[in-house]
């Protein structure tokens, strides 16, 4: 695959010419509207001679073509600058309006900033240009902004209204799947899929912010079909460009887990919820139909009765409720092309890639080995789990299905024989260390509680791990014992030892052109659960 070109042939293509040319027109209808307004309202007051009027109109005229240049060119300027002709047009609703009426606000400051300094003896040169009133310059302001935001709701009311009929690009319906691109794709589970992705004859783009380096997915970086994009998929230019091209979406990237989320409520929110969003339109408004969510079983909270995906939601932690969140945006985007799967993965282990050892069976595992302990926290409750593989098993699975019978659907993602109580993992984990001394603490700090059915993936996908908890753990022992792995407690393999450490700085000072404060207030209304 290519490397996409730059915003600049993006911006002065045939088409973002057009669109200058008309911002240009409607700025310079927007100065002669507010001059004829000046005009009328000076003769409307009745006070002054016919040569007088005739005086006005022809230095209003003059005025008009000494000012109306340079400020149509600051305004195309501002205009490309926020991204009016690339990455902007795929904003939705208030969003694109205001990011126009900031646009177009600070463009008429930096003319008038400009008219100001060129009366006095900074910029005397310009005094015979910039010579605007003030009164005019106020009108045009407001008729440039009404103009420009009007003219892109008719061309929002003309795609979903006038032009709804048009088919989109066969990718977008049941086209074949040929490229596909994974969001974190070099994670825990995005590691443990590329290489399924790769075998399966996919091309594949990968966006992530290799937080972790690239040591996860080493051994596939000089594939011929793999391309890797290190970005930060809050930066919409970014996700705009990696969208060029592709079939399919996998949005693995978010910050993961109950603690490391809790470390910072607002980055939670921007990175897993509002980021999501962007995402998503920018992947419905390229005509990509195809779009994999990897979202928890988390969402299901506390629960003593068994639980499916109809199942109410109960969550308790900020983590869970940003998934939740994140779903119902996605479902709500849904229609007769734009069409997201939602799977909700359960507790995962095993080795990828990325090794985390911040996930119970994993961790505990470590601890036998290296520590001689395996120390359970309550351990009466119930968690699904899943292998990393067999995860990254079932988005290759739903990427091959027909769209038709997955589209718009959520699926948990496990099986019905891998339920267990934590203080069972600790026993199963036993057995292969009988060494190690199981310590029971009372209490736990976690209180998720949850046994989830499995049948809908089952009967729909015809999916069914192929690992087991044992063969996990075993998996894990070989890899302490065979000296591939030493020390569990390295800041590496934890979420969120790493961000507390590194990654949060990292990720907050991260160059994000998405993160709206207007945008992460209304989705926190999404957080509330019916």
Not at 23 to 42: E, K, P, Q, T, Y
Not at 132 to 139: E, Q, S, T
Not at 197 to 213: C, S, T
Not at 453 to 466: A, D, M, Q, V
């Amino acid at each position: 695959m290519k490397p996409n070109a730059s915003w600049w042939r993006v911006i002065f293509s045939f088409q973002g010419l057009v669109r200058m040319a008309a911002d240009a027109i409607l700025v310079n209808l927007a100065l002669i509207l507010s001059l004829i307004g000046r005009l009328l309202w000076i003769v409307s007051r009745g006070d002054a001679t016919a040569f007088e009027y005739r005086s006005t109109f022809l230095y209003y005229q003059r005025v008009y073509l000494q000012n109306s240049w340079i400020l149509t060119l600051i305004c195309l300027v501002v205009f490309t600058a926020s991204g009016f002709y690339s990455y902007g047009r795929f904003y939705r609703g208030r969003y694109k309006t205001l990011i126009v009426l900031q646009a177009v606000s600070l463009a008429y400051l930096i003319f008038g900033a400009l008219t100001y300094l060129g009366q006095g003896e900074v910029l005397d040169f310009l005094s015979p240009y910039l010579n605007f009133p003030r009164g005019a310059l106020l009108l045009a302001w407001a008729l440039s902004a009404l103009l420009l935001v009007a003219a892109r709701a008719w061309a929002t009311v003309w795609k979903r209204v006038i032009h709804a009929e048009t088919p989109l690009p066969s990718r977008a319906r049941n086209g074949k799947i040929e490229n596909v691109l994974v969001i974190g794709g070099a994670g825990y589970i995005g590691s443990a899929l590329l290489p399924k992705l790769l075998q399966a004859g996919y091309n594949v783009r990968v966006l992530d912010l290799l937080l972790y380096g690239t040591e996860p997915i080493e051994p596939w970086l000089n594939h011929p079909r793999l391309e890797v994009v290190q970005a930060d998929f809050r930066q919409v230019e970014k996700v705009v460009q990696v969208m060029r091209d592709m079939d399919a979406v996998i949005h693995l990237g978010g910050l993961v887990g109950d603690p490391a989320c809790a470390l910072d409520e607002q980055l939670t929110l921007d990175i897993n919820l509002t980021a999501t969003r962007m995402i998503a339109e920018v992947a419905k408004g390229s005509g990509i139909g195809h779009f994999i969510f990897a979202s928890t079983c988390s969402v299901y909270g506390v629960s003593d009765e068994p639980l499916d995906e109809r199942s109410e939601l109960r969550p308790v932690s900020l983590y869970a409720r940003s998934k939740i969140a994140s779903e119902k945006v996605l479902l709500s985007m849904a229609d007769d092309y734009f069409s997201p799967v939602i799977l909700r993965f359960g507790t995962i282990y095993g080795l990828s890639g990325r090794p985390r050892f911040d996930l119970v069976v994993n961790l505990l595992t470590a601890k036998a080995v290296v520590d001689g302990q395996i120390t359970i926290f309550g351990g009466d409750q119930w968690r699904p789990f899943l292998h990393v593989d067999d995860a990254a098993e079932a988005i290759a699975l739903v990427l091959k299905a027909p769209l038709p019978l997955v589209r718009n659907q959520i699926f948990n993602v496990g099986s019905n024989e891998q339920n267990y109580q934590i203080k069972q993992i600790g026993e199963i984990i036993h057995r292969f260390v009988p060494e190690a001394q199981i310590i029971y603490e009372e209490g736990s700090a976690d209180k998720r509680n949850y046994w989830v059915n499995f049948n809908k993936i089952h009967r729909t996908l015809h999916f069914s791990p192929r690992w087991t908890v044992e063969q996990g753990v075993q998996q894990i022992i070989e890899a302490f014992r065979t000296g591939r792995l030493r020390d569990y407690r390295d800041v590496r393999y934890s979420n969120f030892e790493f961000l507390k450490q590194q990654g949060l700085y990292l990720l907050s000072h991260s160059e994000s052109s998405w993160s709206l404060d207007l945008l992460t207030r209304e989705f926190m209304a999404a957080l509330e659960v019916d």
